[in-house]
Nanobody
Framework: QVQLVESGGGLVQAGGSLSLSCAAS????????MGWFRQAPGRARVFVAA????????RYAISVRGRFTIARDDASNTMYLQMNDLKPDDTAVYYC?????????????????WGQGTQVTVSS
């Protein structure tokens, strides 16, 4: 199994920044690609960003490209999401996910493990 724990959510005004972290652990955590997804109230969960094991060129949803940056530190089994220029439409529960492959994906069904989520609220 893989355990994923998100942290860093909160309330911020539009135009502000937040940084999310995802700490991974467990016997099955090994060379996993990881990603961030989000779910706004009343809407389906959608892809935000993803990164291969070992780094490389990340994937981003069009809606966050240029504002969000995904990164990972494999030495500490931690993934990050730096969110800048936040907008009210970014309000959602943000989920960390890991898949049993070193290659990232934007497909929710491609991920095998999920965190419990952290709330991000952007006020106008």
């Amino acid at each position: 199994q893989v355990q994923l724990v998100e942290s860093g959510g909160g309330l911020v005004q539009a135009g502000g920044s937040l940084s999310l972290s995802c700490a991974a652990s467990g016997d099955a955590y090994n060379n996993n690609a990881m990603g961030w997804f989000r779910q706004a109230p009343g809407r389906a969960r959608v892809f935000v960003a993803a990164i291969n094991y070992g780094g490389g060129i990340p994937r981003y949803a069009i809606s966050v490209r240029g504002r969000f940056t995904i990164a990972r530190d494999d030495a500490s089994n931690t993934m990050y999401l730096q969110m800048n220029d936040l907008k009210p439409d970014d309000t959602a529960v943000y989920y960390c996910a890991a898949r049993q492959s070193r290659w990232s994906s934007s497909g929710e069904d491609e991920y095998d493990y999920w965190g419990q989520g952290t709330q991000v609220t952007v006020s106008s």
